[in-house]
């Protein structure tokens, strides 16, 4: 019983202090340079000063497919991560109310939950799919028993990934994180809009991602509608949050 203890025990300190770089490498995200995107970074230090925060460190993902997510262990220790897509499709007034969701995120705690949970949950998934392969690799007629094998490890994870859903990846944050970020700028439909370009073009730009990752993102970037898929699904319906949004303008 002591050894599972302890083995716990730094399991723990292993996820807190490595999760960011893990990810980071997950996703093939670079550092963002400050020669090529100054005015991201200057966005990002207002917004960090306005919600009273260290700046984070900002990283870039290549892909067309526009999205960003955040990771932190602290205030004073944190990172967002754009995709190129989303830096080259939005406007400033949009990028704006992005920097300020991921940053709510970060002063909310959120980032360090989720950074957590995906990195657990991508373990999985990556166990998962070496039995998969394991299972099939050199043998056709048996694809489909790998299959099957592939989707009864995920169906015995789902208790455990629903339990985690419910306590650490509520939709209820990402509804917070739009509330606060729209209360650091004053914008709430900057926010919105930038919400429904984002879901307009991440259907027109796919992105090839481990499922355990896709809580991290401002959109989710799974579109499969399977039953495996929607195990992972985090994300309140993006219409839902817009209409939000829009209900603060009118708010005295």
Known sequence: MLIFFVFGILIDLFCYYYFDEILLKICRAKPLPYNKFPEIHQFVKEISNKAKIKKPSLYIIQTHHPNSFSLARNTNDSKIIFTYGILKNLNLREIKGVIAHEISHIKNGDALIQGVFALIISFFVYVAKFF?????????????????????????????????????????????????????????????????????????????????????????????????????????????????????????
Do not use: W
């Open 132 to 252: 998969k392969y394991l299972l099939t690799f050199g043998a056709k007629d048996e694809i489909k028993g790998g299959e099957i094998i592939y989707s009864i490890i995920i169906l015995m994870m789902a208790p455990f990934l629903y339990l985690f859903k419910i306590l650490a990846i509520s939709k209820n944050r990402e509804y917070i994180a739009d509330r606060m970020a729209q209360e650091l700028l004053n914008d709430p439909i900057g926010i919105a809009n930038a919400l429904e370009k984002i879901d307009f073009l991440i259907k027109r730009y796919r992105i090839e991602i481990n499922p355990g990752v896709s809580c991290l993102f401002i959109l989710d970037p799974i579109l499969k509608d399977d039953f495996i898929s929607n195990i992972f699904k985090t994300h309140p319906p993006v219409e839902v949050r817009i209409r939000k949004l829009k209900g603060f303008l009118y708010v005295i």
